[in-house]
């Protein structure tokens, strides 16, 4: 059962991650801003773990744009996704420059051989620390209106979509890397508002991955999202029809604590739903968990989970050379650098 992404420490595939990344519960990894030195340094780590490790590998990182950029140095500067509503006028517009931009990351990631980035952000609302110019916006039509489009790109560049946090993160004040937020309103307001981004994407068939948001809904269910059969299985898969895969959000951050240890975490985060489990930057955890995790699943469930993860490689090959000497590659980076410089100048 593949259902593990974990991390590398540095620059360099070492002997003790070839041996975890072979591992039968390990289905992939993220990368993070610690193993990029430069371009040529990553597509050598990218292809020696493709060569070293002896199975398809699911190679992911968070490169949303803004201030989740994991890669920056020889890559298109990302505009922040609230930088679309609030510096362009014209909604047509934003749309359209949403939509190069989702088509920008993903063309630049797969030309790496990086099959997914964990994106978009479909939270609604700003005043969230973990989230702020990560939402496209607080109003419904216009944040999946841009998010809409933002995915039609990624699609188009070979990358499937992963709509993150569900049910929705914007209304917590709390980061939930740091601390497990609650968030007090009824569950009305939750499907009249937050709710509806992933909703309508799911209705458009857009969203080939979910990923929860590791909040508690008192309201709701007394489990954080990440934990909750309620919201996996009977508000996602059940009530909203979603049939794509769930990942949990890093089970390394403190808002998972909730859930216990590692291995707790990991099981409870299993039982109530999630298809894959992301955790990160916690070497100890990631053994305990493959020493440990106890799950059994019927035959349908398994085969069910593995197409779902087979859902999430990359559907096309482009080189990085092919992409410098393409006119629209060229033009987008112009133009969403100067946008992201243009944001970062206001917010300032």
Same mark, same amino acid.
């Given at each position: 059962?593949?259902?593990?992404?974990?991390?590398?420490a540095?620059y360099?595939?070492?002997?003790?991650?070839?041996?975890?990344?072979?591992?039968?519960?390990?289905?992939?990894?993220?990368?993070?801003?610690?193993?990029?030195?430069?371009?040529?340094q990553?597509?050598?780590?990218i292809?020696?773990?493709?060569?070293?490790?002896?199975?398809?590998?699911?190679?992911?990182?968070?490169?949303?744009?803004?201030?989740?950029?994991?890669?920056?140095?020889?890559?298109t500067?990302? /505009?922040?996704?609230?930088?679309?509503?609030?510096?362009i006028?014209? /909604?047509?517009?934003?749309q359209?420059?949403?939509?190069?931009?989702?088509?920008?990351?993903?063309?630049?990631?797969?030309?790496?051989?990086?099959?997914?980035?964990?994106?978009?952000?479909?939270? !609604?609302?700003?005043?969230c %620390?973990?989230?702020?110019?990560?939402?496209?916006?607080?109003?419904?039509?216009?944040?999946?209106?841009?998010?809409?489009?933002?995915?039609?790109?990624?699609?188009?560049?070979?990358?499937?979509?992963?709509g993150k946090?569900f049910?929705?993160?914007?209304?917590v004040?709390?980061?939930?890397?740091?601390?497990?937020? =609650?968030?007090?309103?009824? #569950?009305?307001?939750?499907?009249?508002?937050?709710? #509806?981004?992933?909703?309508q994407?799911?209705?458009?068939?857009?969203?080939?991955?979910?990923?929860?948001?590791?909040?508690? =809904?008192? #309201?709701?269910?007394?489990q /954080?999202?990440?934990?909750?059969k309620?919201?996996?299985?009977?508000?996602?898969?059940?009530?909203?029809?979603?049939n794509?895969?769930i990942?949990s959000?890093?089970?390394?951050? %403190?808002?998972?604590?909730?859930?216990?240890d590692?291995?707790?975490?990991s099981?409870q985060?299993l039982?109530a739903?999630?298809? !894959?489990?992301l955790?990160?930057?916690?070497r100890?955890g990631?053994?305990?968990?493959l020493d440990?995790l106890?799950?059994?699943?019927?035959?349908?469930?398994?085969?069910?989970r593995?197409?779902?993860?087979?859902?999430?490689?990359?559907?096309?090959n482009?080189?990085?050379?092919e992409?410098?000497?393409?006119?629209?590659?060229?033009?987008?980076?112009?133009?969403?650098?100067?946008?992201?410089?243009?944001?970062?100048?206001?917010?300032?």
């Amino acid at each position: 059962m593949s259902t593990l992404l974990i991390d590398l420490a540095g620059y360099e595939l070492e002997k003790e991650e070839i041996e975890l990344l072979e591992h039968p519960l390990v289905a992939g990894l993220i990368l993070f801003t610690r193993n990029f030195h430069d371009r040529a340094q990553l597509q050598a780590l990218i292809q020696s773990v493709r060569q070293k490790v002896k199975k398809p590998l699911l190679i992911t990182v968070d490169q949303e744009g803004g201030r989740v950029q994991r890669f920056r140095d020889g890559f298109t500067q990302l /505009p922040a996704m609230q930088a679309f509503s609030a510096l362009i006028n014209d /909604p047509i517009e934003q749309q359209r420059m949403a939509f190069e931009a989702g088509w920008q990351m993903a063309a630049e990631m797969t030309a790496l051989d990086i099959d997914l980035s964990f994106a978009p952000v479909l939270d !609604l609302g700003h005043q969230c %620390k973990a989230i702020g110019d990560r939402s496209f916006g607080c109003e419904i039509k216009s944040a999946v209106d841009l998010a809409s489009n933002f995915i039609r790109g990624m699609h188009q560049a070979g990358m499937a979509a992963t709509g993150k946090h569900f049910p929705g993160h914007g209304h917590v004040i709390a980061d939930s890397h740091l601390e497990t937020p =609650y968030d007090e309103r009824s #569950q009305e307001d939750i499907f009249n508002q937050d709710i #509806q981004p992933f909703q309508q994407l799911i209705e458009q068939n857009l969203l080939q991955a979910i990923m929860p948001a590791h909040v508690i =809904y008192s #309201q709701c269910d007394n489990q /954080p999202a990440s934990g909750s059969k309620f919201w996996l299985q009977d508000i996602l898969r059940s009530q909203l029809n979603f049939n794509g895969a769930i990942f949990s959000d890093d089970l390394g951050m %403190k808002g998972a604590g909730f859930m216990g240890d590692f291995v707790a975490r990991s099981e409870q985060a299993l039982n109530a739903g999630c298809d !894959l489990l992301l955790l990160c930057n916690e070497r100890d955890g990631v053994i305990q968990v493959l020493d440990n995790l106890k799950f059994s699943e019927k035959q349908s469930c398994f085969l069910l989970r593995q197409q779902r993860l087979q859902s999430l490689f990359k559907r096309k090959n482009l080189t990085w050379t092919e992409l410098e000497r393409a006119p629209r590659w060229l033009e987008n980076r112009q133009k969403l650098t100067a946008l992201q410089q243009q944001w970062l100048a206001t917010k300032n």
